[in-house]
Every structure is written in C-alpha cells, then in structure tokens.
C-alpha cells in the first residue's frame, strides 16, 4: 500500500476524524498531521516518524480565535505577533489549556501553536474542525521535506494520504517563540526573521541552545542532516583538502568541473531558503561521498538557512 497524492480534503478530513495520519502541505515545510485532540491519533505520529517521546508537537489552527480555544492566556505580545504574522512561519508557545493532551506537548505546560499560510490546509482544519497536531513529515532527523513527493520518499508506505499542495513557498520550518517569559524568547530560527519580530515587538531574546534536554529537539545539533558528510566552510578552502568525489552547495557562485547546485544565482535568501531542502536532498542522492557547502549572509531568514546548514554539517 502506498499513500493517495490528491487534493482532496473531504477525504483527507474523513482520515482525520477516524484518527489516521494525513501528509499536509504549508508554507515552510510539509507536515505529518493527526488530530491534536485524539491521544490515540497523535500517538501514531511518533511511531511513524520514529521520534522521540521528548519532542513536543506543532498545533496548527486556521484562526487566532481557533488558537485562543486551546491556550490559558493571551499576551499582548503573542496577539501583537499573530496580527502581523499569521498566517505565516510563526509558531507562538503559550500556556495550554487542559484540552491539548500531554502527549502532544510532551508534558510540557506550554503548546506551540501555529497558523500556516497555505489555503488547502486551512481549508482542511476548517473542515475537520479540530486542531492538527503536525512536526514535519521526515523520518526524525532527516531533512525536512518541501514537496510531496519527498514525502512520498520516505513515508509514502506508512500514511494513507498526502494532499498536495505544490512545492513550499518558504522552505525552512516556522520561526518558534516563546511568549511565556516577560521577554519574548526565540527558541528556533525559521522563517520570519529576528528583525521583522523586533520590528513589531521590541526586545526579543534568541536561545537556541537546545542542550541535552532541549526545549525545541529542533535544536538538537545533528538536526535536518544528509546521510552523507557535509562540511561547512569557505569552499575554495575546503577544496583544497577535498577534491574529489564530492558535491558543492554554493550560494550564488557556480563551481564548474564540480556536480554543484547554486541556492540562488541572483543572491535573493529568500530563494536560497525555498531551495535549500530540495538540495540537500538531491546531493545527498547523487552519487559522489561528501557535500562542501558555504554559509549565507547572515541575516533575514539567511539566519536560519546557516542555522539548518550548521546542523546538517559533520560534527567532530
Ligand atoms: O514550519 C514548521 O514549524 C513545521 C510545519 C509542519 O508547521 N513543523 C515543524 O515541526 O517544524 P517539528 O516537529 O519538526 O518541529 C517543532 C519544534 C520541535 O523542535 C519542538 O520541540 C518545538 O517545535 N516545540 C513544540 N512545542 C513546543 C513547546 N511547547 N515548547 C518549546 N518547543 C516546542
Ligand atoms: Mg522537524
């Protein structure tokens, strides 16, 4: 049996409902979704991604009001944030209400909610009604997938669905912040940058550090990595140590006599993050040993294509 690729929510919504798992499209990366008020449901996410009972699920509704159903309290932050970024790459932890089970948010106090800016899947939470419960639709710590044919690549023999909605428009997760803490505190880089957060909040902290118990396992160090070795590094540098069988992951320079994929020829970050996954994942297909890849200026939401390239390099 392999997963159904349509675009049909009434039957993405009937999966839903009798607790199976549904592939869905957003504007960052694809998800993996089940009903994020079934314990039964959510549960199976974990055993088909493989994850970790420690990493606390995204929920995702299709409206500030649907957000404020399942939270204790809204912040003046957190709803200053949701009118300028929602829906978009912005999740916003909160204090959960009762409702939102412990499986979901691992326990945590908190619930990381989100409201995607892809139409289909707004469509399907309106249809369904309830919340979905959605990390990214890979296996865990593999690279995230961006179209639904790399969902299909992966977990196209353990889910009965995956509706498809084209390519991410984004390309890297959601930006994660807290809003529990007097200072709003970014726990993950994604796509809303830090500047656009401070331009409508002020004073923001960045935390990433994740740890041994991290807040956000997104965090973890080995995170969206190839299965090959990537190192990270100025490339005229690193060829010099490594020129043969390998595979260049530039910015906007190309690399002739080398296989070698540009992220944006034009140097548009934005472009560079909607390629990033797809090209990590095309060279670590192809045929050479090793992936030499260069940082992005380090601004805007380049600041999480470093953040995802960092993570996807050799440690050690
Ligand atoms: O763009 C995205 O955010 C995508 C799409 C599908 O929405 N989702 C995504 O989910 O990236 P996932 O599970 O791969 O990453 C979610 C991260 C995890 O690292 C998790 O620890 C963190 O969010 N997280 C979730 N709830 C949290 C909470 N209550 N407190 C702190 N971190 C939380
Ligand atoms: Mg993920």
Redesign the pocket.
Known sequence: MSAEISRDIIKAAELLRAGKLVAIP?E????LAANALAPDAVINIFETKNRPHF????V?VSSAEMANEYVKDLPGVAIKLMKAFWPG?L?I?LRKKNIIPDIV?SG?E???V?M?DHQLTLDLIAETGFPLA???ANPFGYI?PTSALHVMDQLGEKIPMILDGGDCQVGV??T?I?CTSEIPTV??L?GTSMEKLMSIVGEVNLDTSGGSAP?????LLSHYAPRKKLLLGNIHELLHDHNENISILSFRDQFHNFKNIRLSETGDLHEAARNLFSALRKLDEDSTTMILAEPVPDYGIGRAINDRLRRASHVG
Do not use: F, K, N
């Open positions: 957003t960052t990366v694809y998800g990493d606390p699920l995204i995702h790459p999740t932890v948010t945590l908190t619930v990381g989100r995607p959605a990390p990214s995230s997760e959601s994660i807290d726990l993950r994604g807040q956000a396992p997104g965090m």
